[in-house]
T-cell receptor, first 115, second 109 residues
């Protein structure tokens, strides 16, 4: 079974802090994703990485950056956390980029609260 | 804009089949239909996908109509652990999945 793990299930940070969310997958998947999920807005893509050191902006990249130094690890960085970044953050991985194989495997999520 | 329609909520008795419908206003020839579910406070879980033929795996069956604008996800023997929000998604893109509002399925004892 594919396993995607996220460093924390719950996180509380203060406005202005730098926040690191870590995601690790153990199935040698090429692609990794960061989404955030908010009530009424569904899942929105923040950043996408299709290979090591490669990244693409998603629909809402403002206020975020990412790092993919190793294939199994994809980090989401909030440079200066703000209250509007309070959300559920979901990491996902996928074997390869293909419309016919868009099975994405999600981690358990990190519920981040910014005070 | 293409629109995906699913009922907001459904109930199903434990042990019975749960049939979850999904309609697409339009669907392109290269777009697959994917089904995911999300149990409360967990990440979404992939269930099944198909292009135009019916599909079955260990979790569920997927029936797609000939015009591909409708699909039905079938959980043959629903259990309490199947209570979740079920999402039907069109995907021809290699990039992201677009999750709508989904159907809240509640399996009743």
């Amino acid at each position: 079974d594919v396993k995607v793990t996220q460093s924390s299930r719950y996180l509380v940070k203060r406005t202005g802090e730098k926040v690191f969310l870590e995601c690790v997958q153990d199935m040698d998947h090429e692609n990794m994703f960061w989404y955030r999920q908010d009530p009424g807005l569904g899942l929105r893509l923040i950043y996408f990485s299709y290979d090591v050191k490669m990244k693409e902006k998603g629909d809402i990249p403002e206020g975020y950056s990412v790092s993919r130094e190793k294939k199994e690890r994809f980090s989401l960085i909030l440079e200066s956390a703000s209250t509007n970044q309070t959300s559920m953050y979901l990491c996902a991985s996928r074997l390869l980029a293909s419309g016919s194989h868009n099975e994405q495997f999600f981690g358990p999520g990190t519920r981040l609260t910014v005070l | 804009d293409a629109k995906t329609t699913q009922p907001t909520s459904m109930d199903c008795a434990e042990g019975r089949a749960a049939n979850l419908p999904c309609n697409h206003s339009t669907i392109s020839g290269n777009e697959y239909v994917y089904w995911y579910r999300q149990i409360h406070s967990q990440g979404p879980q992939y269930i099944i996908h198909g292009l135009k033929n019916n599909e079955t795996n260990e979790m569920a069956s997927l029936i797609i109509t000939e015009d591909r604008k409708s699909s039905t996800l079938i959980l043959p023997h629903a259990t309490l652990r199947d209570t979740a929000v079920y999402y039907c998604i069109r995907s021809g893109s290699a990039r992201q999945l677009t999750f709508g509002s989904g159907t809240q399925l509640t399996v009743l004892p």
